[in-house]
Nanobody
Framework: QVQLVESGGGLVQAGGSLRLSCAAS????????MGWFRQAPGKEREFVAA????????YHADSVQGRFTISRDNAKNTAYLQMNSLIPQDTAVYSC?????????????????????WGQGTQVTVSS
């Protein structure tokens, strides 16, 4: 099990940027696939991005492709989500998640049921 704490959320104008951080404690961070998900009011939680534990390959939802970038620093036990060109539709609570599973498909990476540990979430609000 790993404990996750997000930070970096806040209020930003459309077109602005934010960088979210997800600090992990507990077992070896490098053994975990890390993902970011978001949930807007009245909507289901949706996949944003994920980064593999071994080769570091990244995957981003179509809605954020080219604007958001997931990364990780295993030495610091931290995952990041750099968010640029933010739009009001990006407003949501953003949560990081960790999984020790071996993923054989991108579809599996985007399924929140495949992640075992979750942070408490951080609010991102984008004003128009």
């Amino acid at each position: 099990q790993v404990q996750l704490v997000e930070s970096g959320g806040g209020l930003v104008q459309a077109g602005g940027s934010l960088r979210l951080s997800c600090a992990a404690s507990g077992r070896a961070f490098s053994n975990y696939v890390m993902g970011w998900f978001r949930q807007a009011p009245g909507k289901e939680r949706e996949f944003v991005a994920a980064i593999r534990k071994t080769d570091g390959n990244t995957y981003h939802a179509d809605s954020v492709q080219g604007r958001f970038t997931i990364s990780r620093d295993n030495a610091k036990n931290t995952a990041y989500l750099q968010m640029n060109s933010l739009i009001p539709q990006d407003t949501a609570v953003y949560s990081c998640a960790a999984s020790r599973r071996v993923f054989f498909s991108t579809t599996a990476l985007t399924n929140d049921r495949n992640y075992d540990d979750w942070g408490q979430g951080t609010q991102v609000t984008v004003s128009s």
